[in-house]
């Protein structure tokens, strides 16, 4: 055994000894405070990354849709209660939906019918040898595809002359969308639709088109698409002029690669949009969105496309419009699916009672809307105030009190300090009946160059983004109009090389006869 310290001599001595033992306790302790604490943020950072990669997987392999089955969600509730020796809660009674036998709907009456008879072998009964006579008929239909063709149209002008004074006379050349080309109208309408809604990109289109022994090179088509962009710019601007005369207005941003020249690899550019949509709040107005191009996400860019506009932004919480509201002229309006998306994203992986709680007092709010939807905005005004604003108010009260219980590193307090950071502009919607809920008519605009990005991987240049821009312009206000892409593309490149500029607001797409 080793020899114990000798004892001090003094009291002085002895009572130095028991502070010197005291500081080297002291010390002890602030180390192991010092290590639980690195634990402690260790396991949140740890927390924090796993969440990260289960999002990211979720994205990438993962179901896209937030919507949550309310049963699943109960049984998760369920094993969470039981591993902490919490009760359960009692599930909800389910009815089960009663299913209904699919009825085959009739096919479209404005279809050509191609009549095909069918008689029987013998041209008399076989039996008596008695002429037939026709009694009734069984009719079926069957759905078929005549493939796409091609077809040339030759253009003849036949010369004259007077056989008396040697006039000549001649009718004058028709004019054609791009001029030197001899695409068509119907042919560049084909291909913008098939580039941009059905997200063919132009090399699969060219091997198209070899099928049928025609060939358009890549770099043809390329042209093309340049052309068109250049002949649609007046009529892009009628549109810009349209969306922008609203109150409100609905902003995103999207990234896309975009080929760096020079060095074979892709840099990330955005598409923004915005969008006018006053069709849920009753107003008259046709909905449309106006795309735009920029090589950055600099914040410089939105102030520069809404440096006229004033009214209300429906926008997400990115920095680069704070600017814009600085002005004074453009009011903030948030968006509850991006707060609910934090939530809905923690849930997922790990699901516990607060994202239960504030997942279903936001679908609380959802149930709210469905049922004003379309509705004039003093009714909209009238019916959040009276339903909707108890709950936005409980739901700040239960934040505050959750906070202080909460890690200040955790992903749920980042999720609940998001929420109330713009909880002013959350909450602006209830006094505004013109304001929606969140900004889903932006992210449905951009929807389209989501799935388009997938299949054409990458943009070739710059000016390749603005041409995406004014063609996603065009042909997405199209759709939300309900009108056909192709054949309303077709009938504005028949007619807008002779068309006067300052009439180009009749080929809108809510304005045109097809």
């Known amino acids: 055994m080793p020899t114990p310290p000798p004892l001090p001599d003094s009291i002085e001595d002895l009572q130095h000894l028991v502070l010197a033992m005291q500081a080297d306790m002291e ?78 709907k009739p096919l479209p009456e404005h279809l050509p019918r191609d009549i095909q008879e069918h008689l029987p072998q013998a041209c008399c009964c076989p039996d008596c040898g008695g002429a037939w006579q026709r009694i009734g008929e069984d009719v079926s239909e069957m759905l078929d595809y005549i493939p796409a063709s091609l077809r040339v149209i030759r253009h003849v002008r036949p010369r004259f002359s007077c056989r008396q004074c040697d006039r000549m006379a001649q009718a004058p050349a028709p004019s054609r969308p791009l001029a030197r080309s001899y695409a068509g109208a119907g042919l560049l309408s084909h291909i913008m639709v098939s580039k941009y809604l059905d997200h063919l990109p132009l090399y699969r289109q060219s091997q198209i088109w070899e099928r049928e022994h025609v060939s358009l090179s890549q770099s043809t088509l390329g042209d093309w698409v340049g052309g068109v962009h250049q002949l649609l710019r007046p009529l892009i601007n009628a549109l810009h002029r349209h969306v922008f005369s609203a109150r409100k207005l609905h902003a995103d941003d999207t990234p896309i690669a975009v080929l760096a020249p020079g060095s074979g690899k892709t840099r990330q550019a955005r598409l923004w949009v915005y969008a006018r949509d006053d069709c849920p709040s009753g107003g008259t107005q046709a909905p449309a969105v106006w795309f735009r191009y920029s090589p950055d996400r600099k914040g410089i860019h939105p102030q520069t496309h809404l440096k006229n506009f004033d009214g209300i932004l429906q926008a997400d919480a990115y920095a680069g419009y704070n600017e814009v509201y600085r002005s004074g002229k453009v009011t903030q309006a948030g968006c509850w699916a991006h707060a609910r998306r934090k939530f809905h994203d923690i849930h997922v992986h790990r699901p516990s009672d607060i994202t239960h709680h504030v997942l279903t007092q936001i ?75 969140d900004n889903n008519a932006a992210e449905r605009a951009l929807r389209g160059v989501a799935i388009g990005r997938k299949n054409y991987l990458f943009l070739g240049s710059d000016a390749g983004g603005e041409r995406a821009a004014t063609l996603y312009s065009l042909l997405e206000t199209a759709k939300l109009n309900g009108i056909n892409p192709e054949a309303y593309l077709r009938h504005v490149l028949s007619v807008i090389a002779d068309y006067p500029v300052n009439r180009m607001d009749e080929l809108l797409p809510w304005r045109v006869q097809l």
Do not use: C
């Not at 739901?395 to 980042?414: A, I, Y």
């Open 363 to 437: 679908g609380r709010l959802y149930e709210i809307e469905a049922g004003i939807r379309g509705s004039p905005p003093q009714t909209r005004q009238a019916e959040r105030q009276d339903k909707s604003l108890p709950i936005v108010l409980a739901l700040h009260e239960w934040f505050m009190q959750q906070l202080p219980t909460l890690s200040r590193k955790s992903v749920t307090t980042d999720a609940i300090q998001y929420a109330l950071n713009q909880w002013q502009a959350l909450t602006r919607y209830l006094n505004d009946g013109e304001i929606e809920i």
């Open 27 to 104: 010390a002890v302790r602030l180390e192991r405070d010092t290590l639980k604490s690195g634990r402690l943020n260790d396991k949140q950072e740890i927390e924090r990354l796993t969440l990260l990669l289960a999002k990211l997987q979720r994205l990438l392999f993962g179901q896209k849709s937030e919507k949550l089955v309310r049963q699943i969600e109960q049984l998760e509730l369920e094993e969470l209660h039981i591993k902490q020796g919490d009760h359960p809660v009692q599930p909800e009674p389910v009815t089960p939906p009663t299913r209904t036998a699919p009825v085959r």
